[in-house]
């Protein structure tokens, strides 16, 4: 029997019915007449497909009852996680398309996001999810900026002006674009008691937003700075896992204490 991983799973994956065969054996064991009653297959693709598995090790026959091996079923418990992560990603391509970095979101943690995304038609889509979390009073506001729009900077004028607690942790260029075109504003919020200015010192090629514990969003951004698409959500593992990666990002940063 060969032992190469990647013939293994192009046994497996070539054929719906094997995939189906070891879910239902996963669930209760059985006779062939009864899996192919089960699977909804044919008598003989059942059989070769049994036939097949066992000479694999992944089935064993008990007198004619068939069950999953050990192998057999911690093979079929993580192929079911991988196809379920795979589904994640896929019905989010349009962020991760563009999320290049280093963190990794756990499967869980993406499938409590909604993905918007930006069209030629509503190009402004994601800043609109941006805008609509801020509707209601913001007591916290931690974010991670790597590039400064005028949309974003309405938005978080608003916030200060309101008395928000703010962290903003933003990129060498962005620190740079702050100094030459927002000078009074930026200095205006370094000697105020609410805002905290940190400098990542590398390019950020994600921004992400903490709303005090209700809402999250991620977004993601093409080569020439544009937001393509983001994630949100208000569930608390979403949450957690965006506290984490802004307070990441924050301690590989050095906070700046005066204007630049």
Avoid at 1 to 27: C, K, V, Y
Avoid at 153 to 160: L, S, V, W
Wanted: with cysteine; charged share 30%; glycine share 6%.
């Amino acid at each position: 029997m060969s032992t190469n991983t990647a013939d293994h799973i192009e046994f497996l994956t070539s054929s719906e019915n094997r995939i189906d065969l070891l879910r239902e054996l996963a669930q209760q064991s059985g006779r062939k007449s009864e899996l192919t009653r089960r699977c909804e297959a044919s008598r003989a693709t059942v059989h070769r497909a049994i036939e097949e598995m066992e000479d694999r090790g992944w089935v064993t026959d008990d007198n004619g009852e068939y069950r999953l091996t050990p192998i057999g079923t911690t093979l079929i418990e993580h192929y079911d996680e991988f196809e379920e992560a795979f589904s994640t990603i896929l019905s989010k391509r349009s962020f991760f398309e563009y999320f290049e970095s280093d963190i990794e979101m756990p499967k869980e943690v993406a499938e409590k996001f909604k993905l918007t995304t930006a069209s030629p038609g509503d190009p402004h889509a994601t800043m609109r999810v941006f805008r609509d979390a801020t509707d209601s009073e913001v007591g916290r506001f931690a974010g991670v900026v790597p590039v400064l729009s005028p949309g974003y900077n309405q938005i978080a004028k608003e916030m200060f002006d309101s008395g928000t607690e703010m962290e903003l942790v933003v990129g060498q260029d962005t620190l740079g674009a702050m100094q030459s075109g927002y000078q009074e504003g930026t200095e205006a919020a370094l000697n105020s008691d609410n805002f905290t200015l940190y400098v990542y010192p590398e390019d950020l090629r994600i921004s992400v937003a903490l709303f005090d514990r209700s809402a999250a969003m991620i977004a993601a951004f093409d080569d020439e700075g544009q937001l393509q698409s983001g994630l949100d959500g208000s569930d608390e593992e979403a949450i957690e896992w965006t506290e984490q990666v802004f307070e990441s990002i924050r301690e590989q940063s050095l906070p700046i204490t005066q204007p630049p």
